[in-house]
Structures are given as structure tokens and as C-alpha cells.
């Protein structure tokens, strides 16, 4: 089997957030493989656990990954904070790939950002690194890539951090499928009375519930007060930030200097966006095509904008309401770098911006592998067509078994039993009760 086939088979995904098929993120050819160990959401430590853990599993992920892609030069981006990372990843590297100190800002993670720290090249409007010769691979993606190749193993867990206001803060391995409320218990309990729970990090999480499972692009879960602002934006209505925006709304310009993609060159200009939301204007077509580039990092919305207001939900909307520039029209707009130091927004300000400095606590890991009673493996938790189910209810299934395949001709992804137990229910999840 080729190391595409293995990954697919064993429905490798990027674990960074958005879930792309890694097989075919793979099977291209790039010179450049970077190794993203940024973890840049603020609270996260499940990357950086992988790391401490298993460095030997990272370092021959990586080698497999720049092997498929035929790269001919492997770098991985560590923030400078990390000290005991750059010294042990700089000790194991003997020439195997470059080891770059990244500075703790928000977000350096973002794939285009980091390129351009590591290669100094800028991808274009509208593209992705490999057009610049260049593939971006999450740290955790990469040991599932060698645990696949190297094992046959399939993706059934993975790291996981809880943290914010709970009692003891940890990184967990666990099944996918494990729900959000036995990660809090298994936390020590929230701290305060009531609380909301977010999906991915501060910045750029989504609100779920307690009953909400671990997906293959679950990177944490944060335990913050209802009142919290990464909270409270992502439930602003367009029609309220409209008014807001024509009435406080000073055009400053922060979140156009603060944006991530326009320090690299790329034509977003939020500004602009907010005045044409605040006021029906029709004058600024650019403005408003170019917003689809955004990478809803949420540094406008969250840390930019003085007066509270959210560029970052006003473009969303945009997105689903507008065409994004034809290839003609960005052709003509060539990224052009005007990188300012003092632009990029460190972890800490962010933190404290944010409200996340008293849960600012490095999370151990939890050494027990987790089982939970049940689990509810959604068929989406992946970029493309949902998987096919393979199981029926009244089915046993045993761990690692195949129960839902990626569908013929999709972009998509298959999915495996964490554990073994009973299929007892099958709609858009997978609903498992397990054995022991």
C-alpha cells in the first residue's frame, strides 16, 4: 500500500481545524514541507503535548509527508516561548529539517503567515501555500500520518486540552466520540456557576453544548463565563453591528493594520467594509469581493476594534451573500508584503483582551486513556462529502473497525470505531454504546 492509500484508508484529516483529506492534501508535489507547531489559539497545549511525548512519531510523519510531496526541504515553526521544544526538536533535527523560533503573536499559526516567516513567500489571493511550492501540515496530523503508514493504524482518538474555568486544566487522549461532559468532569468540575463551553480556541471556536463529541478536528475545549467576548461575537446580529457601526464606527483603520492577511500583502481592508455595511454603500466593489480571502482569524473583531464592533461576522455575512473576485479580476493584485512588527498582536495582550489571563495555567496531560459509556461520531467531522455509514443498529463493531467509508469520487474521509460496543442508533452520527 502507498502512503496515500494508507492515509486514506485510515482517514487521516488535518487536525489544525478545518479537517482537509490529508491524502489528498498529499498527493501533490511541493518543495517545501512546513511543519505547523504554532498552536496559536491561546490555552491550547494539545500540540504541544503530541510533541513532548512523541517527537520520533512528528519527525517520521513529516519524513513520509515530504517524501509523498517529493519536498526537498522540511522546516517546523515553534514559538519562541516553547524553549524546551526548540531545544529538543533543534538536538533531533541533525540536518533532517530546520527548526524556526516564531514569535508568541496571534495568529502564527495561520498557514500563510507561516510560509511566509519560513520561505519568505506569499501566496496568492484566492490560494494555498502549494502554489507557492509549499504544503502545511499540522503537528498532530503528521504522527497520525506515521501511526498510518507505519501501523496500518486508523484515526480513533486524539489529543484533546480542556481548560479555562475549570478546576485542573489537562490534555486528554480521547475517543472520538467522547463527550464534552466527561472532559469537564474529568477536569475537576467547572469553577464557576455558569459557563459556556467553546470549540477549537478563543479566537476562532465555535458555542457547543456539554453533549457535544470529540471530532478529528478537536483540538480543545475552552470553559468560559456566558458574558466572555469570544463568547458574545459570534452571537452579534449583522442588523445590530450595522447600527453600531453607524454610530461609533471612527474608521481608525486598526482592523485593516491588525489584519493577519493584509500584513502579507493580500487586498482586505475591513475598514472599508464596515463603511459600506454602516452606511448601504455600493461605491467599493473590491472591498467587498476581496473580503472572501479573509481567513476569519477574528483579530479585527476580538482585539482590533476598539469600539466592540465585528468586522469578522459582517464579512461571514458578506460571504454567503456575494461572489468572490473572478480570476481576472485578481490577477492584477499581486501580493505585496508590508510587514510591521508592531501589527502582529502578542498572545499575551490577546489573552488579557480576551479575559483568559486567570485561566492562564499549562495544562498537564492525563496519562489514563479515556472510555466513555458512549459515543457519537458525526458523519461530517471532515472537509467534503459526509461519509457513507457501513453499520446498522443492533451491530457489534470492534475497535478500529471500519464503519463508515469515504464516498466514490468526493472529497471526504473514512471513519473507524474508536472502541468496540453495540451500534444503537445511525443517522448524521454514528451512535455507539461500548463494551466494558
Known amino acids: 500500500m502507498s502512503i496515500i492509500e494508507a492515509i486514506e484508508s485510515a482517514g487521516v484529516v488535518g487536525c489544525g481545524g ?7 492534501k498529499l498527493d501533490n508535489k511541493a518543495e517545501i514541507l512546513i511543519v505547523n507547531a504554532a498552536e496559536c489559539e491561546p490555552l491550547l497545549y494539545s500540540d ?18 515530504a517524501q509523498a510531496l517529493n519536498a526537498r526541504k522540511k522546516y517546523i515553526g515553534i514559538k519562541e516561548k516553547r524553549t524546551d521544544l526548540l531545544d529538543l526538536y533543534r538536538a533531533k ?8 523560533s516564531l514569535r508568541d503573536v496571534y495568529p502564527a499559526g495561520d498557514e500563510h503567515m507561516l510560509t511566509h516567516e519560513a520561505t519568505g513567500r ?27 503508514v507505519d501501523e496500518g493504524k486508523p484515526v480513533t482518538s486524539r489529543y484533546v486540552t480542556i481548560a479555562g474555568a475549570v ?37 476562532m471556536g465555535k458555542r457547543v453544548e456539554t453533549a457535544e463529541p470529540v471530532k478529528k478536528t478537536s483540538a480543545g475545549f475552552l470553559v468560559l463565563p456566558p458574558n466572555n467576548p469570544a463568547l458574545t461575537d459570534a452571537s452579534l446580529d449583522i442588523h445590530k453591528i450595522a447600527l453600531i457601526a453607524r454610530s461609533v464606527c471612527d474608521q481608525c483603520y ?18 472599508k467594509i464596515m463603511r459600506q455595511i454602516a452606511f448601504n454603500l455600493e461605491t467599493d466593489k473590491d472591498a467587498t469581493s476581496f473580503a472572501h480571502f479573509c481567513c476569519e482569524c477574528g483579530a479585527c473583531s476580538l ?22 473576485p473572478s480570476e481576472e479580476e485578481t490577477e492584477n493584485f499581486r501580493p505585496s508584503p508590508v510587514i510591521n512588527e508592531n501589527s502582529k498582536i502578542p498572545t499575551p495582550r490577546l489573552e488579557a483582551r480576551l479575559g483568559l489571563t486567570p485561566y492562564k495555567v499549562r495544562a498537564r496531560f492525563h496519562e489514563e486513556f479515556l472510555h466513555p459509556a458512549e459515543m457519537v461520531l458525526p458523519l461530517d467531522q471532515h472537509f467534503g ?34 472502541l468496540a460496543g453495540e451500534v444503537i442508533a445511525v443517522n448524521d452520527s454514528i451512535r455507539i454504546q461500548t463494551l466494558g
Open 48 to 65: 504541544y503535548w503530541a510533541m513532548v511525548r512523541h517527537p520520533e512519531l512528528l519527525i517520521r510523519g513529516a519524513e513520509l509527508a
Open 254 to 271: 486598526y482592523c485593516t493594520e491588525m489584519c493577519p492577511r493584509r500584513i502579507i500583502g493580500h487586498a482586505i481592508e475591513p475598514h
Open 303 to 324: 482585539y482590533a476594534c476598539p469600539q466592540l464592533i465585528s468586522p469578522r461576522r459582517v464579512i461571514q455575512w458578506l460571504k454567503e451573500r456575494t461572489s468572490p
Open 167 to 203: 478546576a485542573d486544566p489537562l490534555v486528554v487522549e480521547a475517543p472520538l466520540g467522547t463527550p464534552v461532559s466527561m472532559l469537564i468532569e474529568l477536569a475537576g468540575g467547572a469553577t464557576i456557576p455558569e459557563y459556556a463551553v467553546l470549540e477549537g480556541g478563543a479566537m
Open 385 to 418: 462529502t459526509p461519509s457513507e455509514p457501513l453499520v446498522r443498529p443492533g451491530q457489534s463493531v470492534a475497535a478500529g473497525e471500519l464503519i463508515a467509508r469515504r464516498p466514490a469520487d468526493t472529497l471526504g474521509a473514512n471513519l473507524h470505531a474508536p
Open 18 to 24: 478545518a479537517g482537509f483529506p490529508s491524502a489528498v
Open 122 to 148: 506569499v501566496p496568492p489571493h484566492g490560494g494555498l501555500p502549494l502554489h507557492v511550492g509549499v504544503v502545511v501540515h499540522n503537528v498532530i496530523t503528521l504522527q497520525q500520518i506515521a501511526e498510518a
Open 93 to 100: 533535527a541533525d540536518g533532517r529539517f530546520e527548526v524556526i
